[in-house]
């Protein structure tokens, strides 16, 4: 969720930190966009679930 991932990121993990609506790339930022992104359901996406 923060890209503090060392090694093979699962390719159900999206990357708050770095996502370009983080405009402050703060963790806070990216904790706030992943919360919005829930509360709004453009989050999970059917490439973001574990199948």
Not at 2 to 29: A, K, Q, W, Y
Request: charged share 25%; no cysteine.
């Amino acid at each position: 969720m923060l890209g503090m991932v060392h090694g093979r990121v699962p390719r159900f993990v999206h990357d708050f930190l770095t996502d370009e609506r983080n405009s402050t790339r703060s963790i806070e930022g990216a904790f706030a966009l992943y919360q919005q992104s829930v509360r709004d359901r453009s989050f999970p996406t059917e490439q973001h679930q574990f199948s």
